[in-house]
T-cell receptor, first 117, second 114 residues
Framework: GENVEQHPSTLSVQEGDSAVIKCTYS??????FPWYKQELGKRPQLIID?????GEKKDQRIAVTLNKTAKHFSLHITETQPEDSAVYFC????????????????FGTGTRLTIIP | DTAVSQTPKYLVTQMGNDKSIKCEQN?????MYWYKQDSKKFLKIMFS???????INETVPNRFSPKSPDKAHLNLHINSLELGDSAVYFC?????????????FGPGTRLTVT
């Protein structure tokens, strides 16, 4: 099955600096890579995702890059703000057109990001 | 309007008891999931249902029995609770059909077994 590794497990950055979180996956058939943000005591929420036919995607201060050959993808947050403090999870999944409901997300182990004011 | 809701939010019970968690989504999605998040924050899928049919059943003890009465509801019943079952259980939903859509998570149910 799929295995997703995520680094670092904790990350502290000064407000205004950039943060980078990296993930690797094992199954070359995976084609969908979402990133979820989980604030303390809250539900995970999707912040950005990328599909395997795209190398980079950007949404305001966050961007995700994907290297299919190396099987790794990264989350970049620029101009960090205190409200970016949370646990971030990467995930990988395969899309099965004929097998509805089998879109199993395999999550990384999470990165606790702390923004220092 | 709450997209994915779960009840109860907190559940404290003793070892050996049986308990249920309920989940409802009003997004019109056809697929629902149960995830377990342990004390180290690791998120792992347990089950998925598509239109009331069980699709994913990870290696979960058969003390855990999901039930989907319709595609908007997915319940989780746990028999003979053990200390190791203490975790936060998240329900999620998505719309399948040829590509992967966002999975929307519920607020979670914190289960504590004493």
């Amino acid at each position: 099955g799929e295995n997703v590794e995520q680094h670092p497990s904790t990350l502290s950055v000064q407000e205004g600096d950039s943060a980078v979180i990296k993930c690797t996956y094992s199954d070359s058939a995976s084609n969908y890579f979402p990133w979820y943000k989980q604030e303390l005591g809250k539900r995970p929420q999707l912040i950005i995702d990328i599909r395997s036919n795209v190398g980079e995607k950007k949404d305001q201060r966050i961007a995700v890059t994907l290297n299919k050959t190396a099987k790794h993808f990264s989350l970049h947050i620029t101009e960090t703000q205190p409200e970016d403090s949370a646990v971030y999870f990467c995930a990988a999944s395969m899309s099965f057109i004929s097998n509805f409901g089998n879109e199993k997300l395999t999550f990384g182990t999470g990165t606790r990001l702390t923004i220092i004011p | 309007d709450t997209a994915v809701s779960q009840t109860p939010k907190y559940l404290v019970t003793q070892m050996g008891n049986d308990k249920s968690i309920k989940c409802e989504q009003n997004l019109g999605h056809d697929t629902m999931y149960w995830y377990k998040q342990d004390s180290k924050k690791f998120l792992k899928i347990m089950f998925s249902y598509n239109n009331k049919e069980l699709i994913i059943n990870e290696t979960v003890p058969n003390r855990f029995s999901p039930k989907s009465p319709d595609k908007a509801h997915l319940n989780l019943h746990i028999n003979s609770l053990e200390l190791g079952d203490s975790a936060v259980y998240f329900c999620a939903s998505s719309q399948s059909g040829g590509s992967i859509y966002e999975q929307y998570f519920g607020p979670g149910t914190r289960l504590t077994v004493t």
